[in-house]
């Protein structure tokens, strides 16, 4: 599965932006669809994830603004982004993680969100 992300800008805080993920290869293999980020001089954290039946889950600090959804038959994964704070400013992974695995194996390129204050 290959993954590219796209839909990163500068945006003014309070604003939205639409993130998207195109896989090749297909998604509905794939147990588990997530989004990323990673801020300069921090780590890599979970920002949502979806699975195969639909559930969601957020990062404590993007609840009630984010929304991650997923078409298979698309093979597209979105994370719309709404409200956004300067502290939102990260760079934005897309991944994928079949049920076999524990972890997230495949990653799409960075797309990077700005949001300025």
């Known amino acids: 599965v290959q993954l590219q992300a796209s839909g990163g800008g500068l945006v003014q805080a309070g604003g939205s932006l639409r993130l998207s993920c195109a896989a090749s290869?297909?998604?509905?293999?794939?147990?588990?669809m997530g989004w990323f980020r990673q801020a300069p001089g921090k780590q890599r954290e979970l920002v949502a994830a979806?699975?195969?039946?639909?559930?969601?889950n957020y990062l404590d600090s993007v609840k009630g603004r984010f929304a991650i959804s997923r078409n298979n038959a698309k093979n597209t994964v979105h994370l719309q982004m709404n409200s956004l704070k300067p502290e939102d400013t990260a760079v934005y992974y897309c991944?994928?993680?079949?049920?076999?695995?524990?972890?997230?194996?495949?990653w799409g390129q960075g797309t990077l969100v700005t949001v300025s204050s």
């Open positions: 979806i699975n195969s039946g639909g559930n969601t």
């Open positions: 991944a994928a993680k079949p049920l076999s695995s524990t972890s997230f194996p495949y």
């Open positions: 290869g297909g998604i509905f293999s794939m147990n588990t």
